[in-house]
């Protein structure tokens, strides 16, 4: 083959340029969604902390409710308090 | 790229993108991708290959968008992404190309061979050379670069491009006068 031939061949190929118009139709959106994925996927510990916040928050919140409700009946620690003590003396005194 | 049709400039999407806009960026992607899909078909063999590694040079440019500085305009610099993209994957799929098989190649030389069979014919010879003369070649010989223009792309010289387009061609001869004679 010489070098007639061979850029006969390439202008031949020239005529006919790779088709792209199916592989480019909803492109964007596939790169969006793929840096979307990613930058998810990459999310450093301490933003997943930020964004458990408020959960976090809400959790504290409860357990401080609940505890402030639980301690509020003096008599149910009075009870408590006394049947720890007479557990006590039965267990020291061998009953 | 200036404004046009009311719509913003290059500049002002980058911008946009940059403080976080991820349609400015879609819109910039919608602009260019005809001109990096154009350069990326000549190096992939399906459209799932070559979605790839369009999604690959786009995201590469998103990475950088902070190193524009906006010397060149944004589709000179973007093309420099394209063109070393491709060019890292000539290297990464050069095993997978030697299999590259064609089945009754027509006489390359002869008058009446198709354009696709032209193509067909060139894209099998074109898989068998090395990356960096395939590369050369075919932005020369098939995108009609100039030698200047790839030498900037590249990051090569011009007196190495034109070495590399040289070798491509005798390698091209060579490997289609083997294959005709078969």
């Excluded at chain 2, 993108?17 to 879609?26: Q, Y």
């Excluded at chain 2, 040079?57 to 998103?62: D, E, L, M, Q, T």
């Excluded at chain 2, 010397?71 to 290297?91: I, K």
């Excluded at chain 2, 193509?119 to 099998?124: G, P, S």
């Amino acid at each position: 083959m010489n070098d007639d031939q061979l850029n006969k061949l390439f202008a031949t190929a020239r005529q006919a340029p790779p088709d792209t118009g199916r592989a480019e139709f909803a492109f964007e959106t596939r790169l969006l969604a793929r840096l979307r994925a990613e930058r998810t996927a990459a999310a450093p510990w301490f933003v997943w902390a930020w964004r458990l916040a408020p959960l976090f928050a809400a959790i504290v919140l409860a357990l401080g409710v609940w505890n402030m409700t639980g301690t509020s009946d003096p008599l149910a620690d009075l009870c408590a308090n006394g049947s720890d003590d007479i557990a006590l003396v039965e267990m020291l005194t061998g009953e | 790229m200036s404004v046009q049709n009311g719509e913003p400039p290059d500049e002002c999407l980058i911008q946009s993108t940059l403080a976080g806009d991820d349609e400015a960026f879609a819109a910039l992607v919608a602009r260019h991708k005809r001109r990096i899909f154009g350069i990326a078909a000549r190096f992939t063999r399906s459209e799932a290959e070559l979605d790839d590694l369009c999604q690959e040079i786009f995201i590469k440019a998103y990475r950088h968008l902070g190193k524009f500085r906006g010397e060149a305009p944004f589709e000179h610099w973007l093309s420099r992404v394209g063109v070393r993209t491709c060019y890292d994957h000539l290297r990464k799929t050069r095993h997978d190309r030697d299999a590259v098989a064609l089945d009754d190649v027509t006489l390359p030389g002869a008058d009446n061979v198709e354009p696709r069979r032209a193509r067909e014919v060139l894209d099998f010879a074109l898989a068998k050379l090395s990356p960096e003369e395939r590369l050369v070649i075919t932005l020369l010989e098939l995108e009609e670069w100039t030698v200047r223009k790839i030498a900037g792309l590249t990051g090569w010289s011009e007196s190495n491009v034109k070495v590399r387009a040289f070798r491509a061609r005798q390698s091209l001869k060579r490997i289609l006068e083997v294959h005709h004679e078969r």
